[in-house]
């Protein structure tokens, strides 16, 4: 079974803080996607990384940074804490394409942040 | 920019009912058609997905149909059962990229006995 864990389930951090959430697979999997879920908003993607220390943004990097030193590990970094940043984070990771084949998703069970 | 539209936001069904969820897309470059589900305190689990050159894709009772001139497809759920109340997500994604998907919005489905 291919798992993604995330370090933690809830985060109460305040504003201004630094903030790290850590994300693991264990399926060597080259794609790792970190997320957020708003409720009307769907998932938003923040940044992806397709191998170790390359990364692209996604649709709202504003605001954060992420690092993959490892294969397994795709951590996302709040530079510093903002209300405006919390939300549901989830992780995900899938294989790399190869045509005709497109590889699902897998999720963790998400980070719940809030920011006060 | 919303690229997959996503309705409705929330839907109540009776158990046996059928349960319909649209969505719409406006990128012609999306060749793939995933639909996501997530129960609460979990994370989304890919459910069932479509390619453009089919019209439609039966699993069990989950049926994505699928009209590319319109640039619309669907997610039926037949004989809806208290277990399937979740979260649904639509999404669309380019298979020629790194993978990267874009989502709907989500539907929440109540499903009451």
Redo the contacts between chains.
Sequence with gaps: DVK?TQSSRYLVKRTGEKVFLECVQDMDHE?M?W?RQDP??????IY?S?DVKMK?K?DIPEGYSVSREKKERFSLILESASTNQTSMY?C?S?L??R??F?????????TRLTVT | QQQVK?SP?SLIVQKGGISIINCAYENTAFD?F?WYQQFP??????LI?IRPDVSEKKEGRFTISFNKSAKQFSLHIMDSQPGDSATY?CAA?N????????????TKLQVIP
């Design positions: 993604v794609n996607f997320y009307g908003l769907g998932l938003r993607l992806f397709y692209e996604g989830l995900a899938s790399q394409s045509l005709p497109f590889y699902e998703q897998y999720f963790g069970p998400g | 996503q936001q793939y995933p305190g979990k994370g989304p689990a890919l997905a997500f994604s298979s020629g990229g790194y993978q990267k998907v874009t989502f709907g919005t989500g």
